[in-house]
């Protein structure tokens, strides 16, 4: 076993060295690198984000062409596909996560900077960002500004809440490690209370209804989790008269759920969510409102009434940051009119600011937001800013002017896009998978060898092989032992 896992590893990352083109990882170690002489005066490079785009572009960077500091509120990379299995424990937090740290120390001329702080403002005439500690523990210092001449908004996206009243005081949300910790709790909080001697039937219904808001790939994966934990782990741990009064739904607000896939694929994973006896789907019902234990739901006839539950999960997509907002304010909407994000040009320069790039679910492109596009793009913009390090570095001098500059990076190789397909687990050891040719004809595949290309492509995807190696372990500890139902 031990060595057919070992093989396995060792093969998913040659895979993943070949699939994602990153040999050069390797041919990285012989390049000739800049003495710290000669580093000196070169340009202040500021990436914000610890995360997919602004992690594949920190990995491709010669950080000897750069003096750079990361600046990100969390200290670590976070594999954000596997994070609808981490709120149920079918994956553990630790194993998706990679220390961004590790990536920080080079050799001793060329050390990235990294700093956890959260920018809250851009300056993009100064040039400058503004920083805040935003953790519990405070020095004398927590705030600070710091000069760039070139910066990466790599800065992602927040849960979208449309300004509905209560979302953001009730619900749950899907995005950090934070929530997968605060999801599982509020679960396990509600049997719990549930089994109280004394607890009245209502009270018990309203407690044991878990409701998932967004029918998206967010939503859809996590309620097969649920379903999962619940069907193979929680009926096994509490009394029957609890878990029978179990029930999931999930409310979209389009007459279907997962609509980036073919019709085949909605209507396979609508049947097999539904034929779980806890789960419906509501589609065509909007949430208009969540309160302390209830939910304003209006359904297609424009009729809204209250839905009592015990937790409420809101997955309904993706809204620009903060600081991403008020960067589009300040540069003003003749070029900034998109409110979904940061509108860039070919090169992922952001439009109407200078030395300002930005890629991810941050920018605006007519790319999904995914991970896949947000490592694409961070790797490209890593090794082109590689190919014109002297171009800037030149610039940052005043021995080159911006036609001069543009002019030269117009003759650099524009960003392609590879798309891998897209994948989705929907429950139950199955998965659904979907990918258009270059005729747009569709190929779309589900069920146990769907779910065994997920589980492989996303282990192949993991950063690093300690990662892999514990996310195999976590799925092979699953499938023994169960999943644990005890809270924290
Ligand atoms: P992120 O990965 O979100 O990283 C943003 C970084 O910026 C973080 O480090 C954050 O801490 C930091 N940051 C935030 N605010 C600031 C600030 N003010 N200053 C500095 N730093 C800041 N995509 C797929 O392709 N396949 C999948 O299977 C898939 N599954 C997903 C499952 C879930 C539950 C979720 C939520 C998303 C999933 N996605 C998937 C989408 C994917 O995670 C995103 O598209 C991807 O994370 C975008 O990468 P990013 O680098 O732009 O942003
Ligand atoms: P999404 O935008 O894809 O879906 C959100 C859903 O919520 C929409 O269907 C919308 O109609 C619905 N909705 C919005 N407001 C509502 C309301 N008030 N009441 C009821 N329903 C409402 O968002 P999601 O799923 O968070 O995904 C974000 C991005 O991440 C997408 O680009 C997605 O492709 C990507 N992703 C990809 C995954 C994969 O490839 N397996 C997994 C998870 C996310």
Redesign the pocket.
Known sequence: WGGAAATAVASLTLLDLLVNDDLDIITDKFRHRLTKEEMKDRPNLVILGTGWASLCLLRKLYTDRYNVTIVSPRNYFLF??LLPGTTTGTTESRSIMEPIRKYCRRSDADDVTFIEAECLQVDPVKKTVKCYDNSAVKGEVSEFELPYDQLVMGVGAE??T?G?PGVKENACFLKEISDTRSIRDRMIDCFETAGYPGQPDAEIDRLLHFVI?????????FCAELNDFITNDVKKAFPKHLTDRCRVTL????PH?L??FDKNIIDHVEKKLQSSPTTKIWTQ????GVKEREMIVRDAEKKERSVPYGMLVW????APRPVTQKLIQSIGPEVQNVRRGLVVDEYFRVKGADGIWAIGDCSVTPL?????VASQQGRYLGRLFNDISEDLHQKKQGQMNDQEFTADLKKKPLFKYRHMG????VGDKSAVFQIKDADNKTTTSEGLATFLLWRSAYLSKCLSIRNRVLVAFDWTKASIFGRDVSRG
């Open positions: 954000t596909p849960s979208a449309f509905i808001v967004g029918g998206g790939p967010t939503g859809v994966e409310v979209e607000a389009l759920i609509t980036v019902t909007a949430v208009t997955a309904t997509g993706n999904a937001p995914t991970a896949q897209t994948l989705a687990y």
